[in-house]
Structure formats: C-alpha cells, structure tokens
C-alpha cells in the first residue's frame, strides 16, 4: 500500500488519459463544486452524477464517448466530496440542497436545459431535480439509484430490503463511522468497492485516487452526511410521476439495493425504458462501461 509521506496523487481532470478535458470550478448555490468539463460549449449538455463513496472519476469511461457524440459534459465532485466544498452541519447536504447544486451548476454553463444522469447518490439527486426542477430536466438516465418514494416504501415492506441498508443506519451514528472508515487508510471504503464487484473491477491504482480523495479534509464526514441528512430531513412523498424521459440502468446482483427497486421505480415514470444487466454488480459504470455508454448515447439520441 501507498506510504502518505509518497507524493500526493491527482484527483482532478489530470487522471484522464486525453488533454481535451479540463477541471474548472463553479460557484453554484453558495458552494464551489470543482467540476470536470469537455466538449464543444454550444453543444447539448449532459451533466453525469457520481455517488458513494465515489467522486467524478467514476464516470471516465463515459466522457470521451459523449463528447465524440456530439454533447458537452460537466461531471461535478458533488458538495462533501474530493475538490468540491465541503459545507459543515448535516442540513447542509440535505437532497433538496444538492439538487439545487446541480440546477445553478447548469445555468453556471449558460444552458436552461440538460440531460442528467446519476449513479448511486447521484441518480436521487437526479430523481429529485427532475420532480423539483422538471424544465431543467431534458432527459433523465439513472443507474442503480431508486425512486425515493419507493426506496421509502421498501424499507418498510421489504425485509430483503431493510437487511441490505443496515449500513444506512449505522451511518447515522456521530464520529464512529468516521473513525471505522478511516482504520488501515480507508481499508472499510476500499472493501466497498472491490468486494461488492466483479473480481479485478477496481484496480490498486484506481483505489488508490479514491483514497486520496477520501483524505481531503473535512471529505469523509460530507460523504457520510449524505446518509445522515436523508434520514434526518427526508423529502416529502409525492405522488406525481416523473415527466422527464427516464431510462433505469440496473446491475441485477447489486448488494446494497434489490431489483425490486428498478421495478417499481419505473412505474413512476410517464415514459421510461428499463435495462435490466444480468451479472452486474452496483457498479455499472466500471463493469460494463462499453454498454453503458451505448445505452446512454441510443437514450439521449432518442425522440420519445
């Protein structure tokens, strides 16, 4: 493993093999988000959000793709994570806070409109943009990330569920989790990627920039008050569908999330597609990027 005293790793658009994207940051609702940007300005734009405990380096496989489609693309460090601010107190991270991020970041770019996409964290900060913000909203892709009404309902109905998310509730204890995630250099994050994925999917040296971007100060306690806002300020049940074209990515053998979910959630949608992936873990964009970006270029591309 890596001694702390080495030189620092980059955790900004440097990681990218191409010079064609570049790291900016923006000043969006009260918060710099560093941001990660590429293709031509006039082009549509689409906005690609990461989740836990992962920051925009999780979508590298998907930019090149995108920008050579024809789309601009800002892939943010959401608040709390890596390069971005991170805002102190709980409320600070609570959704409705990290969806207006995304809402002000868009506008930061001189569009009115974006196609978004989010994974994990990222994709219930796109279900709540597309309820809250519906025109700014063009076309909505979610991986692995669950409708938060049904999320809601299946931890009440769902013991398959509830025992999945036993972590969600340990994360709501103070300073404990912080201390357990950050033994043996960040050893309990590293398990949760690579051992809740197929064999060899994250690499030592990928593992090794998210370390790093665990390290930044005041990171892993932002990451955590995702968790601890959501129990503690959880966004109110709506009974609308979402009217943004939807297209539900789902790796089939996620540990922390049944399919079940991606189901259910897609009944929420006025116009949906559904892509259920056998053999995938949580992790799509790392498993099956090839597929992934083909799923989302046919999806943008779409006329209905």
């Not at 002000?104 to 978004?116: K, N, T």
């Not at 950050?182 to 998210?210: G, K, N, Q, V």
């Not at 099956?288 to 799923?295: G, I, M, N, T």
Request: proline share 6%; hydrophobic share 40%.
């Amino acid at each position: 493993m890596e001694s702390r005293s080495a030189e620092r790793l980059e955790t900004d658009a440097r990681l990218l093999p191409t010079s064609g994207p570049a790291s900016t940051v923006r000043r969006v609702n009260g918060v710099r988000l560093h941001t990660v940007e590429a293709g031509a300005e006039d082009a549509p734009l689409v906005v690609l959000l990461h989740g836990f405990p992962e920051f925009w380096y999780s979508w590298r496989h998907q930019i090149d793709p995108l920008v050579e489609a024809g789309y601009r693309v800002l892939v943010p460090d959401q608040r709390g994570y890596n390069l971005s601010d991170k805002p102190t107190g709980v409320r600070s991270y609570r959704i409705r806070n990290c969806s207006r991020d995304i809402t002000a970041l868009i506008a930061s770019a001189g569009y009115e409109q974006a196609h978004v996409v989010g994974h994990d964290w990222g994709g219930m900060v796109a279900w709540d943009l597309a309820r809250r913000q519906p025109s700014v909203v063009d076309r909505l892709g979610i991986i692995n990330a669950p409708h938060p009404d049904v999320y809601r309902r299946h931890l009440l109905s769902s013991p398959a569920q509830l025992r999945r998310s036993w972590y969600v509730f340990c994360f709501q204890l103070p300073w404990l989790p912080e201390r357990l995630c950050r033994m043996r250099d960040f050893r309990l994050l590293e398990r949760a990627l690579s051992e809740t994925a197929a064999p060899e999917t994250f690499l030592d040296d990928e593992l090794a920039r998210y370390r790093e971007a665990w390290h930044k100060a005041g990171a892993l306690t932002g990451m955590l008050n995702w968790y601890r806002a959501a129990a503690r300020y959880p966004p109110t049940l709506s009974r609308e569908r979402v009217e943004a074209p939807t297209m539900i990515v789902w790796g089939e053998d996620d540990a922390a999330l049944t399919t079940e979910l991606a189901v259910d959630s897609d009944q929420c949608c006025a116009t949906s597609r559904l892509e259920l992936l056998p053999e995938t873990s949580h992790w799509v964009q790392h498993e099956r990027p090839e597929q992934l970006s083909e799923l989302l270029l046919e999806w943008l591309s779409a006329t209905n």
